[in-house]
């Protein structure tokens, strides 16, 4: 594949969801917004978005309640240092879009797909959702998962823990979805930067450790 080849080939459309819902307070709000920056920033990652055959687009939005989720950065292409830079200027410069909604997660779930659908066509698709809690508010993932357009779509999750004890267990069964799925989890939102590093790593490279499809979620 030739430079110019392989500068409009998109190998991967990455959505990172941000939870701003009311359990999440402004310094551990600040903690995600960092994080999510670092973890692009470090030089390990940075390498590996800008390595590989093909570019990564990636959009970044924040969820909460119903209808309450907000763009952050739309689709970029990452095809050198600068649009990464640009991507974590937009991150740390933007305001929290809300703090007082409760956790609407399938919301944000028919919202990542809608932006997946009208984004770059690209070999993988595929959702990163951070969140500490369960849904308590609209129609649950499952539901998501049957009435949007998850074909093809992967959604792995980043379990937050330190807010609800069945965080990561709720993760695992409701939110992971599609071949390969994985969750990570993060030492309270001190350890976000160190999780959304590992979890960008992975999904960047395609690193597949259950490569079990999960079919109870597939939409039917």
Not at 66 to 82: C, G, I, K, P
Request: with cysteine; net charge negative.
């Amino acid at each position: 594949m030739t430079p110019a080849q392989s500068q409009s080939h998109c190998r991967l459309a990455l959505v990172l969801a941000l939870d701003v819902s009311s359990s999440v307070d402004a310094e551990e709000y600040a903690l995600q917004r960092d994080g999510l920056a670092a973890a692009l920033n470090a030089p390990l990652i940075r390498e590996t978005i800008l390595a590989g055959d093909g570019h990564v687009s990636i959009a970044i939005y924040e969820w909460s309640g119903r209808r309450q989720s907000a763009m952050v950065s739309n689709w970029v292409a990452l095809t050198d240092n600068a649009a990464i830079d640009g991507v974590i200027q937009s991150l740390v410069s933007a305001p929290r879009s809300h703090t007082r909604f409760p956790t609407a997660m399938g919301y944000a779930l028919g919202y990542g797909a809608t932006l997946l659908s009208r984004g770059p066509v690209c070999d993988r698709q595929v959702i990163d959702l951070s969140g500490d809690g369960e849904n308590n508010d609209g129609f649950p993932p499952s539901l998501a998962y049957r009435n949007f357009p998850f074909s093809n779509v992967t959604v792995n999750g980043l379990a937050v823990l330190g807010g609800s004890d069945d965080v990561v267990d709720y993760f695992q069964r409701e939110v992971r979805f599609g071949f390969g799925a994985f969750v990570e989890t993060s030492e309270g939102y001190q350890g976000y930067r160190d999780a959304m590093t590992r979890k960008l790593f992975r999904e960047l490279n395609d690193m597949i450790l259950t490569a079990q499809p999960l079919d109870h979620q597939r939409p039917g």
